[in-house]
């Protein structure tokens, strides 16, 4: 006699006119996945920003619970947000990208020398600066792939030689000019709605995209796995150092358009627009993998992060103007990310076991059954 597994909730009775009954637990199931969802575990960040607001609204009720305070956290952050951004496809492969900030220098005074001083015209100073920016991402994929240097002292070093080529073109001073002020490059970032300006736009899009890559693609896939594992995930067949090459070429690119759209929103290419925003950035992305997708660097964790970050700089400065404020922030931010992403990023075997879980309790619900009894 041979037996069949058959599941538990099978055995549901059957209403009078023969269609199965409707299962009591569904709506409690239901809440149950929003009491998740909405769990502290989940989107604690989301928890920490409400309680930034709640305070600071208290602090300064007359300056920072305004309408006026959350278009400029959101229009004051979304070059930020990019610069975040960037960071996320090489986290999630386990390579760090510190010439971020310096690439988005370079593209900033770029795009303006070429506006003021080489007289070409808006849609080529930007493509000859992303061009630039192209060339960084490439050569840090050859260093750090091809050469196999660690992508913490290469990307660094990378970031020392782009510095020296924007000390070279500006003589450490910003380049200005009427040009820079001028539609249609002005328009790349100070053109708004609702008080809302293009760069937040921007900054939705190209979560969009990272979103999309990491989440529902197998190029994404195999993004994470070459992070949490490169040599078993090669040893599976994946291209890891294609990958990680893509992702320093990626990062490359969104950190220079950051840097473009940074010219138009100041009016101006200055050789330390990148400069503020690496520590923001990576603040950003640590905080941002502890949520939603826990243990994993991903878009939308990244972007509530830089919000939250936004908000409490923006807090302190109309607060307090301590120039030490926003780094003390800032800082403590990042080193409690730290804390709390340093068991689930670097250790992959708590993420298997605690996948395995629903799967065992699955399991469990599962009764042998004989032919007869069927």
Do not use: C
């Amino acid at each position: 006699m041979t037996s069949t597994p058959i599941r538990a909730a099978d055995h549901r009775p059957a209403e009078p006119d023969g269609s199965a009954a409707p299962d009591a637990d569904a709506p409690l199931a239901l809440v149950r996945r929003v009491a998740t969802a909405l769990s502290f575990r989940n989107i604690g960040a989301v928890h920490v920003w409400l309680l930034i607001v709640a305070i600071f609204s208290l602090w300064a009720p007359e300056t920072f619970p305004t309408l006026t305070t959350v278009k400029q956290v959101l229009n004051g952050n979304a070059v930020a947000g990019l610069v975040a951004l960037s960071v996320v496809p090489p986290l999630a492969a386990r390579v760090f990208d510190l010439s971020v900030a310096y690439t988005m220098s370079l593209t900033s005074v770029l795009t303006a020398h070429f506006l003021v001083a080489s007289g070409l015209g808006p849609g080529a100073a930007i493509a000859s600066a992303m061009a630039a920016a192209l060339l960084v991402g490439l050569v840090n994929g050859i260093v750090v792939v091809v050469l196999r240097v660690d992508s913490f002292i290469a990307t660094l070093a990378t970031g020392a030689l782009i510095q020296s080529l924007i000390t070279m073109v500006t003589d450490d001073s910003s380049i200005t000019g009427v040009r820079l002020l001028a539609r249609p490059f002005a328009g790349i970032a100070q053109l708004e709605a609702g008080g809302i300006t293009l760069p937040v736009l921007y900054l939705l899009l190209a979560a969009l995209a990272v979103w999309y890559l990491l989440e529902h693609t197998a190029t994404g896939r195999r993004l994470y796995a070459t992070g949490f594992n490169e040599n078993a995930a090669r040893l599976q067949g994946v291209r890891t150092g294609r990958l990680r090459f893509m992702t320093l070429v990626t990062s490359a690119l969104l950190s220079g358009f950051a840097g473009v759209v940074f010219a138009s929103s100041v009016g101006s290419g200055s050789p330390t627009a990148g400069t503020p925003h690496l520590l923001s950035a990576y603040a950003a992305a640590f905080v941002g993998a502890t949520q939603l997708r826990a243990g994993r660097f991903n878009a939308w964790g990244t972007v509530i992060a830089v919000l939250l970050l936004g908000t409490g700089v923006t807090g302190l400065g109309l607060a307090t103007s301590a120039p030490w404020a926003t780094s003390l922030f800032t800082g403590s931010v990042l080193i409690v990310a730290l804390v709390l992403t340093g068991g689930r990023i670097s250790l992959p075997a708590a993420l298997r076991r605690r996948r395995a879980r629903p799967a065992a309790a699955a399991g469990a619900a599962v009764v042998p059954v004989s032919d007869k009894e069927v």
